[in-house]
Structure formats: C-alpha cells, structure tokens
C-alpha cells in the first residue's frame, strides 16, 4: 500500500481541499489553508509532493516529522497549513483502511458531544442582538463576535462605549445563561485592549479572544491584571513550539490552534495534551470547511480539556457556498441544543461530495483580506 496519487481543489468560498489517493484505490481528505494565501498553501502541499507520493500513508508521524524537519526551514502559516492537509488526509486514509473513526487511533471518546457556537455580526458587527436571538432560537448555547471595528493603539473611548452597548444589546437578548464570546481579532493594541478587558468584565463573557496579536502574547501578563474574564488566544499559532512559553506564562485560559493551520490532528492533539498539563482548556479555531471541522471533532472526541468548538455555518465569510455543500450527506452536521453529535463513520467521518467539488473548483477562487486604515492614513489590522 503507498500513496499514488495527490489532487488540489481550491473551491469558494476561500477554501482548499486535498484528495490523496493510494495504490489499490483508497482515498483521504484534508483541508490545507490559510485564508488570503491559498495559491501559496497550494504551492507548498506540490513542493511536498516528492516526500509523500510512493509512501506508506500509516506512517502518519514518520510523514509528519519527514516534512516538518526535512525542509529545514520550518514553522508559521504556510507550511503549517500543508502539511496540516496532508496530515488529516493520511488520518482520513487510515480510519477508511481499519473501519474506524480517527478518534479511536487516538485513545478512543472521551465524550458523547461536543459543544459548537455560532457567528454574529460580520467583520464590522452589526445588529448582533437580533442576530444572537435568532441563534439561541435555532438551538446554539453560545456566540461569538467580533468587538470593534479599526482601533488605533491609543484611540476615541466612543468605540469603547460602542463595544459596550453591542455586548450589551446581546447580553439583552439572549439572557445570562448564554455564552458570550468577544473576539478582539488582534485589532486592538494593549493600551486599549486594557481598557476593554476591564470594561467587560461586568458581562460575565464565556471568553475574550485575541487580545493582542500572538506575536505580543508577552503582553497579556498586564491584560490579565485588569479581567477576571477567561483569555484566549491561539488560531495564529502553529507547532508545539509556538504554544510552549505561552503555556509557561501562565495568562492564557483557553487555546484555540487550527487544525488546518497548526500541523493537523497529529500536531494539535499534542497541543492540546501540554494544555492539559498547565489546566487550559481548548476551543479549537475553525472558520473553514467541512474537512477542517470533520478534522476538529477527531481530536475533539478523544481530548478531554476541549470545551467548545467553533464551526463556519452561515459565518459571514461564507458568501457563495457554505459548510455543508461539499458533503454527499449534510446531516453529519447536525447541531442540537448547542451540540454537535460525535462522527462515528471511518476516517474522518465524512463522505465528501468529489464530483460537486470538482465542479467548485472549476470556478475556484481569489478570496483576500481586506485592507483596513485608520482615520489616519495608517493601516490598521482586520
């Protein structure tokens, strides 16, 4: 048995799919992507090619260690993501050759479900209480949305209040018990991000996410002296080696790495497990498509400290096709009161539906972040 064959799809809404294909007919999906780089993602996963073509695929960890040391060069976003693809491929292929779920390669459940939430109000949020209203109506126990718009590093404190009356109109709608989570995105600075920390505390939020940048973590140790507010933070983080001095720093409650960013199920699941060592919890980042949520509801299956597991249906990126069109049965998805069942299908759990992939991908995509400024001139971060 050796892998034969590898295929890319880049489908909308800014997607990328995998489809490794073995030498007696058996095929495995991943999800390499990064949101505004998917040629470059796309262009690394072919670089790759030569070390996976002609390999065994249940040699998942010697692949994995095989692209990630081989290389030389290693880590951040764009080699993550590739081989994060290949890496829920080779599980996907490894579940279909036994009849298991890949959860049980991986100790087996460690739960019967898992909690999901839900987006509201776009990159600049909008009506998020009507918004959080009709979610709590469709069943979801918790949302998350974005705080503010731009913020410059010392800014108006009419944006302060602004965030405050959106949380609040929130807060409003869908009662106390309801979870409320305020994703910053890395577009506040610390001055102001201390001032938010603070200023929402009186909401009892599920989480603040993102306060600062990930690359500014040094600066969540005076964050956290202003909330009592669980922090997290995470989805621009990429091997064990990112997390390792964040963990040691002790201000971060909940991390979220991206199993189509951080090294796959292989390199989050140990993630995860040093979490567990220092009491944080997990809440894996996942904006993208059904194979990267697939891929997260293997490890959330099997992880004990995961608490929570974001999921893309009807987010606000999602303009031409959303989660569940790739998928020969969308029911595998169902959310119900606020959770989601545990796949219990071989592999990754999903049958993906190759021939509307195929059609998607003639269309592909070119989707970018947008370029924000501030009022200044300045550019500002989306």
């Known amino acids: 048995m050796k892998i034969a064959k590898m295929e890319l799809f880049l489908v909308p809404p800014r997607w990328l799919f995998l489809k490794l294909t073995t030498d007696d007919g058996l095929t495995g999906w991943g999800e390499p992507i990064v949101e505004g780089h998917a040629a470059a993602v796309a262009a690394t996963v072919k670089e790759m090619e030569d070390y996976i073509v002609g390999q065994d695929p249940n040699r998942i960890e010697d692949i994995w260690q095989v692209l990630y040391r081989a290389g030389f060069y290693r880590g951040g976003p764009i080699l993550m993501s590739a081989i994060a693809g290949i ?83 929130v807060r409003d709608a869908v009662g106390r018990d309801f979870g409320i989570a305020v994703d910053f995105h890395g577009r506040i600075h610390k001055p102001m991000a201390k001032v938010l920390a603070k200023e929402l505390a009186p909401f009892n939020l599920m989480f603040i996410e993102e306060p600062v ?32 001095n964040l963990l040691e720093d002790g201000y971060v409650d909940i ?18 497990t040093m979490a567990e060592a220092y009491d944080v919890t997990v809440a894996p980042h996942c904006p ?27 987010i606000h990126y999602n303009k031409t096709n959303d989660l569940l069109d790739y998928l020969a049965n ?53």
């Open 255 to 272: 991390i979220q790495p991206d199993l189509s960013h951080a090294g796959g199920i292989s390199e989050s699941k140990k993630i995860a």
């Open 288 to 314: 993208l498509g059904p194979i990267a949520l697939a891929s997260c509801l293997q490890m959330d299956a099997c992880t004990p400290n995961v608490f929570i597991q974001e999921q893309s249906l009807g």
């Open 330 to 382: 969308p029911t595998v998805f169902h959310y119900e009161n606020g959770f989601v069942a545990l796949p219990d299908q071989p592999g990754l759990g999903i049958e993906v539906d190759e021939a509307y992939v195929r059609k998607a991908a003639e269309e592909g995509h070119n989707w970018k972040n947008p370029v924000w400024r501030n009022e200044d001139g300045t550019v500002a971060e989306w």
């Open 213 to 244: 940048l990930s690359e500014n973590n040094e600066a969540l140790r005076e964050i956290a002296r202003h909330t009592s507010t669980p922090i997290a933070t995470g989805e621009r983080m990429y091997t064990r080696w990112d997390f390792k």
């Open 87 to 169: 890496d829920q491929a080779l599980w996907d292929l490894k579940g279909k050759r036994y009849n298991l779920p890949v959860y049980e390669f991986l100790g087996g459940r460690a739960r019967d479900k898992v909690r999901v939430y839900s987006w509201i109000g776009g990159d600049r949020p909008a009506d998020v209480g009507a918004a959080a209203r009709e979610k709590r109506e469709l069943g979801f126990t918790a949302i998350k949305m974005n705080a503010s718009e731009e913020m410059h590093f010392i800014d108006s404190y009419v944006k302060v209040d602004e965030v405050l009356q959106r949380v609040q109109a």
